[in-house]
């Protein structure tokens, strides 16, 4: 029964029941209907309460009925709430936990409002592209105001009751029992021979800026903060337009919204995002029902960039970390930087100064290796070398409990090599966190031939913990995000030598909607690492073809802003990238000892050649099962990598523009001076073919 019904004392109470989170799927709809029906036919009943049983009031929607005929068959949530809105009898709605998207519109249709202090109040619809449909947008700011309205609605921020308690939204905020206090309140109401208000006929509050000041201020903010955006500006406009036009008009506009956002390419690309994340957690082999282990401690080996990111992720779930590093300078370094970081946050004003003292007690340094002993999971981050690592894990394997696991942040190394250093090939396992570690949303589990499923489903529950969007990579040099990465940056470079300037490349990228293009992204993170790896490439692969270019950058000590100095120039203690006459020399130089012919490069060739290198070899990936699905990928260059998340990732956004596309202008770009580094994956080739998708 996904709504109950029971009686108490005149009052009728309708308890949503659909677990997890009492989403609004059609039952639901139904079952609430029939509720307000039989309550109004009953004359003993005076009044109703609504409310949710379990971990919600209502999460809104119903997210396993979305795209089936169920989401759209009536009654559809606007039917329903204004079954509550001309009920005869007071309809209260008693909120708890959660009310969020179609739940709190439903609340809304309620003649009054009781919640607890807690309950998470929010309409996230903006965060799908989308702008609540079932009058969200007109019946919140005459409860709330416009201003904080116009906030709630085009950030999608979710708000506790209690910062609301000033506002017309609810009767009341308890601090406990708030079912008891409806429905006390719901008695009382329901004794009144009075009219119950709506929201639908009450007239905007009026606050001490002019409206029309806020509109254009929220319009220029979304502008700024969700660039390219439809739905933040459908929001204000809606909002506008039942001030304007009053609330049916308003509604009847919110809805024609609604429909044209729905349609558009960037709700959709959101949408796939949030399907992604979920599909993220699914494991080939690794069922729902897979034990878990316990990890109440945490031992990071390594102090250096990584380590001390790893470790705060962990000291911020409140994980007690040893942080173990053979020399003593780094260890004092190490734990220093972490502690400079937390005073950061501080002086920020993220974080209290008391929460991270904290965090900071949870990590405690140390020198000795037996202190590892105790750690239900180690995370190595020592250098990147198989023979320092091969020692790291030798000592783990002798020293770790047993159950522990012993995790790797290698980013190159091979994963089952690392496994075999040891007798528990079972409990080893990756785990590639990016840098910023404590920063960095994306981490990339890497499954070893011999990882079992219960340590798998182990980092995966702890990934979440910590706060992490945890995607499974098979073992692979890069695994998903560097490997294709690698691969953009490939043709970066080579568009250089044929006739285009880091600039141009960077703006032509960072326009599509990238965060960073590839100058910029190289010039952080130090050009020398590229040095290191194709130094080893060329030694691996002799016969690979790569631009010669960056090297020779390297060559000047140009590493990037650490030294003052990259693809671009930088003034003495500033990130700011200013375009560089020495560098743009050494490149047409460079192409003319290369005879290489050079040409103006149209912005759309830049992109796609980036894009199509990323989406051509996350073909590669899918095609070896590195990858388990394409929306994998996705999420993770949403997470790790800055591509523009109103484009869904590159294999959706490849989808999305037809993989025949895709294939001819590899096709075409082989017959390019760099075309010898292109062949299209048997995989886009198949799939181009026969007109499919990477998704489903
Ligand atoms: P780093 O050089 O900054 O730090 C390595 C630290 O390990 C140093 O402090 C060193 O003293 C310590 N160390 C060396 N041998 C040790 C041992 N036997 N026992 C204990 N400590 C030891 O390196 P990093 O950038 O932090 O990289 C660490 C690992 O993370 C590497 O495997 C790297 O490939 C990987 N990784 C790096 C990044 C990145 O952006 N830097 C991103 C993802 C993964």
Redesign the pocket.
């Known amino acids: 029964m996904s709504v109950e019904y029971t009686e108490l004392d005149g009052v009728a109470l309708l308890t949503l029941n659909n677990p997890p989170v009492n989403g609004l799927g059609h039952a639901t709809r139904q079952g609430i209907v029939a509720g307000v029906r039989r309550a109004e036919e009953n004359p003993a009943v005076r009044a109703i309460v609504i409310t949710g049983a379990g971990r919600a009031f209502s999460g809104g929607a119903d997210i396993t009925e979305f795209n089936t005929p169920k989401a759209v068959a009536e009654p559809m949530l606007g039917t329903v709430i204004s079954t509550l809105e001309q009920c005869r009898k007071p309809v209260v709605a008693a909120l708890h936990s959660v009310a969020m998207g179609g739940g709190l519109e439903l609340a809304l249709g309620a003649h009054y409002r009781l919640a607890d202090a807690a309950t998470q109040i929010a309409l996230p619809e903006v965060k799908l592209g989308l702008l609540p449909g079932a009058g969200g947008t007109q019946r919140l700011p005459r409860a709330i105001g416009v201003e904080r309205a116009l906030r709630m609605i085009t950030t999608g921020v979710a708000v506790p009751a209690r910062q609301l308690v000033d506002t017309a939204l609810f009767e009341h905020v308890v601090d406990q029992d708030v079912l008891g206090a409806a429905l006390a309140f719901a008695r009382d109401v329901g004794a009144r021979n009075t009219a119950h208000p709506t929201l639908r006929e009450r007239a905007l509050p009026t606050g001490s800026t002019p409206s029309a000041a806020l509109y254009q201020a929220a319009r220029e903010h979304a502008a700024r903060t969700m660039k390219g955006q439809p739905a933040p500006l459908k929001c204000i406009d809606a909002i506008e337009s039942g001030e304007r036009d009053g609330f049916e008009a308003g509604l009847r506009f919110e809805r024609d919204c609604f429909m044209a956002l729905v349609a558009t390419p960037e709700s959709r690309a959101l949408r796939h995002a949030f399907f992604a994340e979920r599909a993220a957690g699914k494991i080939a082999g690794v069922g729902t029902d897979t034990p878990t282990r316990d990890i109440r401690t945490v031992g990071v ?9 790893i470790a705060m992720c962990f000291a911020n779930a409140g994980v007690p970390v040893v942080l ?4 003593a300078d ?2 004092q ?2 734990h220093a930087a972490i502690d400079q970081l937390y005073r950061g946050q501080v002086a920020a004003g993220k974080l209290a100064t008391d929460q991270a003292d904290r965090r900071l007690a949870l990590i405690r340094p140390s020198l000795a ?1 037996a202190d590892l002993a105790q750690a239900d999971l180690i995370v ?6 198989a023979t ?2 091969q ?2 894990f030798e ?1 783990l394997d002798t020293l770790a409990k047993p159950g522990a696991i012993l995790a ?6 091979d994963l089952n090599q690392i496994a075999g250093y040891t007798r528990r090939a079972a409990d080893v396992v990756g785990m ?4 910023p ?1 404590h920063v960095m949303k994306l981490l990339e589990v890497v499954r070893g031939a011999q990882t079992s499923p219960e340590v798998l489903a182990s980092v995966m529950k702890l990934a979440r913990k910590i706060g992490k969007t945890a995607v499974v990579s098979g073992v692979c040099d890069g695994f998903i995000g ?1 490997r294709m990465i690698e691969q953009y940056i490939r043709q970066a470079l080579f568009m250089l030598e044929e006739g285009a300037t880091p600039q141009q490349v960077d703006q032509a990228i960072e326009a599509y909607g990238f965060a960073m293009g590839p100058f910029r992204m190289s010039d952080l ?1 130090g050009n020398d ?1 590229g040095w290191a790896i194709r130094k080893r490439r060329a030694r691996e692969q002799p016969d690979l073809v790569y631009a010669k270019i960056a090297d020779k950058l390297c060559e000047l000590g140009r590493f990037g802003q650490k030294t003052g100095a990259g693809w671009y120039d930088y003034a003495p203690g500033q990130r700011q990238a200013q375009p560089s006459a020495e560098v743009e020399a050494l490149v047409r130089a460079h192409a003319a000892q290369s005879g290489i012919p050079q040409r103006k490069l149209e912005d759309q060739e830049i992109v796609e050649r980036l894009l199509f290198a990323l989406v051509n070899e996350g073909a590669e990936i899918l095609e070896e099962g590195i990858a388990a699905r394409a929306s994998d990928i996705d999420i993770v260059y949403l997470t790790g990598y800055g591509y523009p998340v109103s484009r869904g990732g590159p294999m959706f956004d490849a989808d999305a523009r037809g993989l025949a596309y895709v294939r001819d202008a590899i096709l075409f770009f082989q017959t390019l001076p760099h075309g010898a580094a292109w062949r299209v994956a048997p995989r886009l080739a198949r799939l181009a073919d026969a007109g499919g998708h990477f998704n489903g």
């Open positions: 080996v390594g102090a250096g960039t990584m380590g001390r990111g173990v590093e053979t020399r780094a260890l370094q190490g290796y190595e981050a020592v250098f990147e070398d320092v690592k020692n790291v000592q790797s942040n290698t980013s190159t190394l590639h966190f990016f840098s570690a560097n993170a690492i």
